[in-house]
């Protein structure tokens, strides 16, 4: 199995473009998570969703966040418009129910 | 939220064994504990979880004290690729499915 794979690996944007981060979660998986990873504020869980529904979506920072799951291989993050206090790691993680995280290798997104 | 308590920071010596301690005073029954660790720049690894019974696998031991207000992660032999940050997460098992990061313990393990 590949794992967790997500897209692009590095993005470097201007502020106020529109970002999109991608997601492949492990077939079979039925749980996804977005993470993201500042040094300031560590390891934050944006949204995951269950069997391609969302379910917490408390921590996502604002309305610039979207996600979606239009199906059970394929997810993604968008941020419009972009900011410079985006900066940080991405990272999207997938889980069979109500078991053990999957993480993939992040994105690291860089807003200027 | 994070609802467990790790030291920022340790250092061990290498082949020696490292004990990470991980306070969850608030604990529930049907919680589980979980420990991560995270290796520069990769994401986080699953090592082991456990309910109430100490578990070792190949790559620790979890060890939690019978209140289950703490636990502590033992990695028996250190070596310098286990230098890594290492989380403890406490999760509800079969319901929500929420994994909280909190800061967890850089761990450093000296040759």
């Known amino acids: 199995d590949a794992g967790v794979i997500q897209s692009p690996r590095h993005e470097v944007t201007e502020m106020g473009q529109e970002v999109t981060l991608r997601c492949k979660p492990i077939?079979?998986?039925?749980?996804l998570f977005w993470y993201r990873q500042t040094m300031m504020r560590g390891l934050e869980l944006l949204i995951y969703?269950?069997?391609?529904?969302?379910?917490?979506d408390s921590g996502m920072p604002e309305d610039r966040f979207s996600a979606k799951m239009p199906n059970a291989s394929f997810s993604t993050l968008k941020i419009q418009p972009s900011e410079p206090r985006d900066s940080a790691v991405y990272f999207c993680?997938?889980?069979?129910?109500?078991?053990?995280?999957?993480f993939g290798s992040g994105t690291q997104l860089s807003v200027l | 939220d994070a609802k467990t308590t790790q030291p920022p920071s340790m250092d061990c010596a290498e082949g020696r064994a490292a004990n990470l301690p991980c306070n969850h005073s608030?604990?529930?029954?049907?919680?589980?504990v979980y420990w991560y660790r995270q290796i520069h720049s990769q994401g986080p690894q699953y090592i082991i979880h456990?309910?109430?019974n100490n578990e070792t696998n190949e790559m620790a031991s979890l060890i939690i004290t019978e209140d289950r207000k703490s636990s502590t992660l033992i990695l028996p032999h250190a070596t310098l690729r286990d230098t890594a940050v290492y989380y403890c997460?406490?999760?509800?098992?079969?319901?929500?499915?929420?994994?909280?990061f909190g800061t967890g313990t850089s761990l450093t393990v000296i040759p």
């Open positions: 993680a997938s889980s069979p129910p109500f078991e053990k995280l999957f």
């Open positions: 077939s079979g998986h039925n749980s």
């Open positions: 969703f269950n069997n391609n529904v969302p379910i917490d």
């Open positions: 608030t604990i529930s029954g049907n919680e589980y």
């Open positions: 456990g309910l109430k």
């Open positions: 997460i406490v999760r509800v098992a079969n319901t929500g499915n929420q994994f909280y």
